[in-house]
């Protein structure tokens, strides 16, 4: 998911560079989409991660 946000800020700075505003818009919208998404799953499994966590073996 971080690899789309990613790959939509690049077109979104490719489009801003040539010039097309309303692309470069939509594109980084879903890359800030995206991006906080990703953000809200990484620390939801973190959290399930530490209060889960290994149980020690036999």
């Given at each position: 998911?971080?690899?789309?946000?990613?790959?939509?800020?690049?077109?979104?700075?490719?489009?801003?560079?040539?010039?097309?505003?309303g692309?470069?818009?939509?594109?980084?919208?879903l890359?800030?989409?995206?991006?906080?998404?990703?953000?809200?799953?990484?620390?939801?499994?973190?959290?399930?991660?530490?209060?889960?966590?290994?149980?020690?073996?036999?």
């Amino acid at each position: 998911m971080l690899n789309m946000a990613l790959l939509f800020l690049v077109i979104a700075l490719i489009a801003g560079v040539l010039g097309f505003g309303g692309v470069a818009t939509v594109s980084v919208e879903l890359a800030q989409i995206l991006f906080f998404v990703f953000i809200v799953l990484f620390i939801l499994a973190a959290i399930v991660h530490a209060f889960k966590g290994r149980k020690p073996p036999v």
